[in-house]
């Protein structure tokens, strides 16, 4: 039982550790890469004339160009780049642009070195100043306008005449056997049509035909914010209620008592004055008044 614990952890261990051998798989699966080429020493180039600065190694025998930051090599109709220029080579989709600027008879111009019956002193321009510099020299036409590629007296040819040689010479790389072998062997580039997927069938059963007869239009009512307002009556103002004004009790003097035998006269229940300052001589007065029985 030990053992058996011991060879599963062991067995574990050894589908996580990744092999050395899956280290250096080419993710360029099916497509063969073209041969690496043995270079003694960093290949020297030189810049062809007419070209949005192109450069190529003129001492071998298959076509190797540096464009934009990359080098570039054709083979059996396929196209590739890299960053090194002997190594590290992956697919490119099509033909890169600058190709169509490249006189296809540039090899014969060298040799002789004349270019359109023109004397063309090149220079060869080693690897490391190559890379250092083709930035700056693209971005100021350096080959073209200060040096015109070496070419002695010669004028750059008219943008008209440069488009038709463009056309002709990718005519010319269409019919090259390699590149039509390639057409045949893979569709074209494209978007690939999507598979057309079959859906079941609906038991199509038929509509009954629609009433065709007007419809009464119905009026929508306004919305709220529409509606004319009604005034409501309002009611009728409060009148202010009266404030009686009650009577106020008067002051019940005492009565002073009359004298005995005397019945009070008829006029006992007058109001009495108020003043009190008449004095007992008023009083006496007044009794002196009354009829006496």
Do not use: C
Request: glycine share 6%.
């Amino acid at each position: 039982m030990k053992k058996l614990l011991i060879g599963s952890i062991l067995l574990g261990m050894g589908l996580f550790i990744p092999a050395p051998a899956s280290a250096g798989i080419n993710v360029n699966v099916g497509i063969s890469l073209p041969p690496l080429i043995t270079f003694v020493a960093p290949p020297e180039l030189i810049v062809l004339p007419d070209t949005p600065d192109v450069y190529v190694v003129p001492d071998l025998e298959s076509d190797l160009f540096f464009w934009d930051g990359w080098w570039w090599r054709p083979w059996e109709g396929r196209w590739f780049r890299s960053h090194y220029h002997d190594r590290g080579w992956r697919r490119y989709n099509r033909v890169p642009d600058f190709y169509y600027d490249v006189d296809p008879g540039w090899r014969g111009f060298y040799r002789e070195r004349s270019w359109q019956g023109h004397r063309w002193d090149y220079e060869r321009i080693p690897d490391r100043r190559l890379r250092q510099n083709w930035r700056g020299w693209n971005n100021n036409h350096y080959w073209e306008k200060q040096r015109s590629w070496g070419v002695q007296g010669y004028q750059p040819r008219p943008q008209p005449q440069r488009q038709e040689l463009r056309q002709q010479r990718q005519e010319q790389y269409r019919q090259r056997p390699e590149v039509q072998r390639l057409q045949r062997e893979q569709p074209p580039q494209g978007r690939r049509p999507e598979p057309q997927v079959r859906r079941p069938q609906m038991d199509q059963r038929p509509q009954p035909q629609q009433d065709r007869r007007p419809q009464p239009q119905v009026q929508r009512s306004q919305p709220p914010a529409q509606r004319p307002q009604v005034e409501r009556p309002q009611p009728p103002p409060q009148r202010p209620q009266q404030q009686v004004e009650r009577p106020q009790q008067r002051e019940q003097r005492p009565q002073q008592a009359q004298p005995r035998g005397r019945e009070p006269r008829g006029d006992s229940q007058r109001p009495q004055s108020q003043e009190r300052g008449g004095g007992r001589d008023q009083e006496r007065d007044r009794d002196a008044e009354r009829p006496s029985r």
